[in-house]
């Protein structure tokens, strides 16, 4: 029988605060059948939990849609909680029981008045160009107990609030980091259980975050606006249904708080002695505090979050305690991670205590910061002299770290006064990969740590110097990577809205969204081609059409932007580009690859107008798609015209340009054959090294397996000296480091001013790691995992490997192992409502092999089994399998499936 388990609104476990007026529904289904299909759901929504309100049915509606469901006909009213279930029907036309009640519950819905007024400290209590940082309050009564309250709030700047001295909600960096002349996201809090009949009050703390604060080079802030503010509008409703409402208004105190300076790059300056403690209860005497000042806004760009919030997600205990050659003291976490330190002291009132954070150690063995660049990574703590020690940790600042270093603070130093607390957006992790290499195995935790650090709001390319910004490149790269290891629908959902509202009207892509850098940081290819790649990406991986449908016109108008560029209509051939960045066969003292850049603009002019063309497909505009289908045979068409001789070899002789050309499908039959031997050939010239930079890396891996170049591709991978994947790992890394010898080989450094430690471009050969050696690959004509291909490649020497991801459908499982006696075992499951076309690899005949110890055949589960000339290709309903078979030909042998 079929259950009905996991109920979603837009990705989430009943979210509340959400701002899409036709949300849209998601389940799973669980089974200890095989070949479980749904054939007809129903929906039935309501205003109470007992369901007993209708709003909505949809009826039984014959459809094997369970994920992203669409409300057909239902429009969502603002600041309203609906509440759901779910039941199916089976192929044997079976009913489900109805799923457990779900919820959703919207927000502020964009456009609708906002009665609060934004209020800020005055100029004469804290004047712009001071750095310490405000705190604002209002006392109030209510009049008998509460019923349901809600808290709906943003800021100019970043905000934390406080109910009768209890923190409000779990999330970090709110209100977010957008393009903030745009849009600016509200949060909302249930805050039924911290209010009381009778006196309570509020409190807020406001910090410059990214708005006020520095961002990027040459000292700049306050690039969206120099006064903070704070927004806010609680709710309140009573048990015999009357509503009261509390607003920011001139009512509001201020004072100066004991936070003296706090900046995103430059940490955080915090005097205890100024606590003002119990500011946000009701009993606070707020006698000398000053009268808060209204300020006009736009309060058109106000809209409910679309992305999960930053959260705490861990803690990391210290490994060691070192006294360093200079005599410095210092503590190693053992992990290098994003975040901030709490620690415990005990100390006189006055005493100061000051923390420095770093990614490394030097050659000698000294606390190392020169790669910071201008961030302080600082935090500054004046004790208050409390009897017992006391404790801290800061507000508005983030660290990327492994080591800190410890002045002030008294001697001994006990280590469990100390934890790294890990903060990134709160992100379901759905992925996992793992081997019987263990140097492979850290390789994969340092590609979830890149991601950890990085996506902090928005997908930044570094969390500790002074830059932290989101370039489009890098998570173009990454974002099919960051889709198996994690949800990311949401995250980049939020960040492609701005890279939209950031591009200009010409089309143009800004280097960074949200874009703050100077108006010259537009439009690089393979940077700016995100506005295609992303989105695709993640109706590939999560079948959303909507992402496809709301990006649409950002990804049309790049295309056109890059049409309208080139000296020739077809390629594109002007401009400034990144190129190969940080390519090794670049000249010396050069970031730039050898690669051509006009070749790579030219290649990924094609590969956007191809993805376009599918995503016309897609949405159904025929027109449209008939135009890119022409414009991207116009575009290979001058592209071999201009790069590839009449003979069919590829006029740049690099790594890149070959695994563009085959990556993209730029080549006629004779050209691919001939650059596919090219690429092997060049391999062999480097020993097996990669010359590739972040434009070529993402992609090698996966052309040579495509070309029939598996065991080259393992080669690669295996590789422990400089340069490869392996050589930081060696070295100590547990993140992905920005250059391939970050450290050399003497434990000196690559450079002082571009050697980021947490860099997670590079990591994108997790991608290959699940769709090749775990072999579990989106199919994108049914996309979401809705269909799948199941083709693990062995090689390498590994003698196992396991992937599993949780799809929009449930778990996907592909695991494999070689056994003593020559045969090999591959384990598959296949969540229900899906199918999958499974490969196995060195497999030729079908009676050889043993399905759960029976004679492979078609039936309980397996729709069809074959052979062809890559091996044995079975058809499968859900289920779990396991196949166990001669192997027939060396992994070198194996290819994947075309």
Known sequence: MVQVTDLRCEYRRNPLGIGETHPRISWKLESDERAVRQTAYEIELAADESLGQAVWQSGRVASEQSVLVELAGFEAESRRRYYYRVRVWNQNGEAS????????????????????????????????????????????????????????????????????????????????????????????????????????????????????????????????????????????????????????DGSWQCAAGPILMSEIYHGETYDAREELSGFSTAGFDAAGWTAAQVAQHDNGRLTPQINEPVRKIETVRPVELITTPAEETVIDFGQNLVGWVRFRVSADAGAEVVIHHAEVLDQEGNFYTDNLRAAKQEIRYTCKGSVGGETFEPRFSFQGFRFIRLTGFPEPIDLSAFEAVVLHSDMEETGRFRCSDPLINQLQSNIRWGLKGNFLDVPTDCPQRDERLGWTGDAQMFIQTAAYLSNVAPFFAKWLGDLASDQREDGGVPFVVPHILDDGSFSSAAWG??????????????????????????????????????????????????????????????????????????????????????????????????????????????????????????????????????????????????????????????????????????????????????????????????????????????????????????????????????????????????????????????????????????????????????????????????????SIEVEVTIPPNTSAEIRLPGASDATAVKESGEPLRAGGGLLSVAGDGLGIKIEAGSGTYTFVYPIHAASTDLVAAP
Not at 210 to 226: E, T
Not at 713 to 736: C, E, F, H, N, R
Request: proline share 3%; net charge negative.
């Open 97 to 248: 029981a109805w799923s457990e009640i779900a919820f959703f519950e919207t927000g502020m819905l964009k456009g609708e008045n906002w009665e609060a007024e934004w209020i800020s400290a005055p100029l004469e209590l804290l004047p712009e160009e001071s750095e310490r940082l405000p705190l604002l309050r209002k006392g109030f009564s209510l009049k008998a107990p509460v019923a349901k309250a809600r808290l709906y709030a943003t800021a100019h700047g970043l905000y934390e609030l406080e109910l009768n001295g209890k923190r409000v909600g779990n999330d970090y960096f709110a209100p977010g980091w957008t393009s903030y002349r745009h849009t600016l996201q509200t949060q909302t809090y249930d805050v039924s259980e911290l209010l009381q009949a009778g006196d309570n009050a509020i409190g807020a703390w406001l910090g410059n975050g990214w708005y006020k604060g520095y961002l990027a080079w040459g000292n700049k802030k306050a690039h969206y606006g120099d006064r903070l503010g704070l927004l806010l509008q609680l709710r309140v409703a009573y048990a015999d249904g009357s509503e009261e409402t509390i607003v920011s």
């Open 529 to 822: 081609d995100a506005a295609v790649i992303c989105p695709w990406t993640l109706y590939v991986s999560y079948g959303d059409t909507r992402i496809l449908e709301r990006q649409y016109e950002s990804m049309k108008h790049w295309v056109a932007y890059i049409r309208a560029q080139g000296e020739q209509e077809y390629l594109w051939n002007t401009g400034f580009h990144f190129g190969d960045w940080l390519g090794l066969d670049a000249k010396s003292g050069d970031y730039v690859g050898a690669t051509e850049r006009d070749l790579i603009a030219s290649a990924f002019y094609a590969y956007s107008t191809m993805l376009l063309r599918k995503t016309a497909d897609v949405l159904g505009l025929e027109e449209d798609a008939a135009v890119y289908e022409e414009l991207g045979r116009n575009v290979v068409a001058a592209f071999q015209e201009e790069f590839v001789t009449p003979a069919g070899r590829l006029s740049a002789s690099t790594q890149t340009a070959h695994v563009l050309a085959l990556m993209f499908g730029l080549l006629d039959e004779t050209a691919e054959k001939r650059a596919a031997a090219k690429l092997k050939e060049l391999l062999e010239a480097s020993k097996h090294h990669l010359t590739t930079g972040f434009v070529g890396t993402p992609y090698i891996s996966h052309v040579l397996s495509r070309y029939g170049m598996q065991e080259d591709a393992y080669t690669l991978l295996m590789q422990k000296d400089y340069p490869s994947w392996l050589y930081p790992v060696t070295k100590g890394a547990t993140t992905i480091w920005e250059h391939w010898d970050g450290i050399k080989e003497d434990g000196s450094f690559w450079s002082r001013d571009m050697n980021s430690f947490n860099h997670y471009a590079y990591g994108a050969v997790g991608d290959w790691l699940y769709k090749s050696v775990a072999g579990i690959q989106p199919d994108e004509e049914a996309p979401g995992y809705k269909r799948m291909l199941i083709a693990p490649q062995p090689g390498g020497g590994l003698t196992w490997a396991e992937g599993v991801l949780e799809t929009p459908y449930g778990t996907v499982r592909s695991a494999w192992k070689l056994k003593e006696d020559g």
